[in-house]
């Protein structure tokens, strides 16, 4: 069973900093795509940038400037440095992975999601 557990959450002033991490474990043959998407009270869910398992990274336009995405594959970890955060940006981030397992030497891709750490910037 593959499991996404986020942490790194928390309550943040305005300016501040946050590093989320976002690991996967379980019975992983490999992990394609990577991304971090975050979801605000009363609004959709919204991607926050993208990592391949090649390394090629793509960021929203409005969070490039303030977000760094990165992983480490040997770790099957993936990170989102966070800085000079704004109360808009008070929001649910969640992982996401394109994970393949290997079931008698066939491969089986799917999407997981992991539950989520909440993020919250004080004014």
């Known amino acids: 069973q593959v499991q996404l557990v986020e942490s790194g959450g928390g309550l943040v002033q305005a300016g501040g900093s946050l590093r989320l991490s976002c690991v996967a474990s379980?019975?992983?043959?490999?992990?394609?795509?990577m991304a971090w998407y975050r979801q605000a009270p009363g609004k959709q869910r919204e991607m926050v940038a993208t990592v391949t398992a090649d390394g090629d990274i793509n960021y929203a336009d409005s969070m490039k400037a303030r977000f760094t995405i990165s992983r480490d594959n040997a770790k099957n970890t993936m990170y989102l440095q966070m800085v000079n955060l704004k109360p808009e940006d008070t929001a649910g981030y969640y992982c996401n992975a394109e994970i393949g397992i290997d079931r008698d030497g066939i491969i089986y891709v799917n999407e997981y999601w992991g539950q989520g750490t909440q993020v919250t910037v004080s004014s």
């Open positions: 379980g019975s992983i043959f490999g992990i394609n795509d």
